[in-house]
């Protein structure tokens, strides 16, 4: 589709927002949101006609692009069938949907109880995990996000926790492994690993183990950097699980349905939890959804004692249809393969080759269609480019770098020191290299900034 400019439309539009939308993790009257005409595949446009290439997937869960025709048709004739009904019955685009998760997750969690969203699959796999084991506490990393609702944000990491976090969720933190900003002294993948491995157990030693229901991880960190876990740290956790009883919960709701270059990130190191979140990309955002993929021995749990959970919309007709429409694209489409190939042959070679030339890029990391740059001052002390948590003048060198990748027809995930990029699971590789040209004029403007 040719983008028609139309800027009386964009005015009334952005007037209406401004007047009656409260936008999330923002301060209202400091923000300028961007009044978006339409959007096709990987770009999406303004009203003003300026189209820009999607390097954000929305939030990390267009992996199918915008507006695939085969969704959006799947979601039309949900809605002249069976538009909407209550989640205690037997639904076919439910049980179709479920039957695709179940046959795509590892191991046996074949049991899907479905939500709105990733942040409330993640406080009824806690639930679960609690109710499962009788046990209050929850460990989880200071690098990562789990969601904004009240037990979900607790167990986040990052400092979107701070504001709501009062000491009373039953949540423990530790230090994941992160190789580049190791907090365990560790000069190679293999003596993070161990020391990381140490780090958790030591932690549930003191913690005491008895009172530990369950461990969660995203299985790779989004936000908090895609930080890919070294070889055997997710191995080495489950057997700390399976030592103490605790539930091991993978939160895949960004890294999973094709984002890595497999179904979901466990695939990549073989491990396979006991309980399993997901959302954005299972049916690519179109309609909210979400889940939890549930293991034999915690459903077990509740085969003649009542699930204290569930939710109004829970597994909604329109929402499952685009995710069964959406898995059977992928499958039909190659688009696992795609991020898999793209993600080795193209995005690797060309980040990595953007890190040699610029000043500001500390490391890049990654795989499939989710890397992450971390951009940095001085590349021997890896002093970031902006400080941690950084807002107004201290966030100048990034709020540069985003301006500047916009200007160029990308739209940027920036998130602190980091520049992600996450397109479209199914972009192309001409799509890819006009990203990246983008990023490389961006780049240089955050070279500015660097000692």
């Known amino acids: 589709m040719t983008p028609q400019p139309n800027p009386e439309v964009g005015a009334a539009v952005k007037?209406?927002?401004?007047?009656h939308v409260f936008h999330s993790w923002s301060a209202q009257e400091l923000i300028d949101p961007l009044a978006v005409a339409g959007a096709e595949g990987s770009y999406f446009w303004d009203y003003e006609g300026k189209r820009y290439l999607d390097f954000t997937s929305g939030l990390v869960y267009t992996n199918i692009g915008y507006q695939h025709p085969k969704v959006v048709a799947a979601i039309q004739e949900q809605a002249g069938t069976l538009s909407t009904f209550a989640p205690a019955f037997a639904i076919e685009a439910r049980s179709e949907a479920a039957r695709l998760i179940a046959e795509r997750t590892p191991?046996?969690?074949d049991k899907i109880f479905f939500t709105n969203g990733g942040a409330d699959a993640v406080e009824h796999a806690v639930r679960m995990a609690r109710l499962h084991t009788g046990r209050p506490k929850v460990l989880?990393?200071?690098?990562?996000?789990?969601?904004?609702?009240q037990q979900a944000v607790n167990i986040t990491g990052d400092p979107r926790r701070w504001a709501s976090d009062s000491a009373t969720a039953g949540v423990v933190h530790f230090w994941a492994p992160f190789l580049y900003r190791s907090r365990f002294y560790a000069e190679t993948e293999e003596q993070e690993c161990e020391r990381a491995l140490e780090h958790l157990e030591t932690t549930i030693a003191f913690e005491g183990p008895s009172t530990i229901a369950a461990i969660i991880l995203e299985t790779i960190p989004g936000t908090a950097g895609i930080m890919v876990p070294p070889p055997g740290y997710l191995a080495g956790v489950r057997e700390i699980c399976d030592k103490y009883g605790i539930v091991f919960v993978l939160d895949e709701v960004m890294a999973g349905f094709g984002r890595t270059g497999e179904w979901f990130a466990?695939?990549?190191?073989?491990?396979?939890?006991?309980?399993?979140?997901?959302?954005?990309?299972?049916?690519?955002?179109?309609?909210?959804?979400?889940g939890v993929a549930?293991?034999?021995?915690?459903?077990?749990?509740?085969?003649?004692?009542?699930?204290p959970g569930g939710l109004t919309y829970s597994g909604h007709p329109l929402a499952c249809a685009a995710a069964v429409a959406t898995i059977d694209v992928m499958a039909e489409e190659g688009v696992?393969?795609?991020?898999?190939?793209?993600?080795?042959?193209?995005?690797?070679?060309a980040l990595r080759e953007l890190?040699?030339?610029h000043?500001?890029?500390g490391e890049v990391r990654g795989v499939g269609m989710f890397w992450a740059l971390d951009l940095v001052k001085n590349k021997e002390t890896r002093e970031p480019l902006v400080p941690y948590n950084a807002a107004g003048d201290a966030n100048a060198p990034m709020a540069a770098f985003a301006a500047a990748a916009k200007a160029g027809g990308v739209w940027p995930f920036v998130n602190m020191n980091r520049t992600h990029v996450v397109p479209p699971c199914n972009v192309t590789e001409a799509e890819l290299k006009e990203g990246l040209a983008a990023l490389d004029t961006a780049l240089s403007v955050a070279d500015e900034y660097t000692a």
């Open 15 to 19: 007037a209406a927002d401004r007047a």
């Open 140 to 149: 989880s990393a200071y690098r990562s996000y789990h969601g904004g609702t």
């Open 355 to 357: 890190a040699e030339r």
């Open 107 to 109: 191991g046996d969690l």
């Open 336 to 349: 696992v393969e795609n991020a898999s190939r793209l993600g080795a042959e193209v995005l690797q070679p």
């Open 294 to 307: 549930i293991s034999g021995k915690i459903a077990d749990t509740f085969g003649k004692r009542p699930y």
């Open 266 to 290: 466990a695939d990549l190191f073989d491990v396979v939890p006991d309980l399993m979140t997901f959302a954005k990309g299972v049916n690519s955002g179109y309609v909210p959804l979400g």
């Open 359 to 361: 000043a500001c890029v």
